[in-house]
């Protein structure tokens, strides 16, 4: 059974950090990219970033650009999002995903989410 299980939300003031993980597990994720979606109250869900598996492919949503940087530990299935800079705006809840091939536009596989909240 695959599994995507995702760590490291909580509450944070404004212009700090956190750092997202996301673990993988239940089957073998070469050649899958990985990244992150997020979603607000009364909000569509929204792309936030992603890396292929080789990390050739590395994409972020503008909003983000500057702010998160994503990267993964392939021989631990893992996936990490740092967030630095935090605005109220970024508070959501936080997916993880995975899909087939460079980027996560149709994902394959998701997880429960986590809690990011940014207090102003």
């Known amino acids: 059974q695959v599994q995507l299980v995702e760590s490291g939300g909580g509450l944070v003031q404004a212009g700090g950090s956190l750092r997202l993980s996301c673990a993988a597990s239940g089957r073998a994720f070469s050649g899958y990219a990985m990244g992150w979606f997020r979603q607000a109250p009364g909000k569509e869900r929204e792309f936030v970033a992603s890396?292929?598996?080789?990390?050739?492919?590395?994409y972020y949503a503008d909003s983000v650009k500057g702010r998160f940087t994503i990267s993964r530990d392939n021989a631990k299935n893992t996936v990490y999002l740092q967030m630095n800079s935090l605005k109220p705006e970024d508070t959501a809840v936080y997916y993880c995903a995975a899909a087939a091939g460079q980027g996560i536009n149709k994902p394959d596989y998701w997880g429960q989410g986590t809690q990011v909240t940014v207090s102003s």
């Open positions: 890396r292929s598996w080789g990390g050739t492919t590395i």
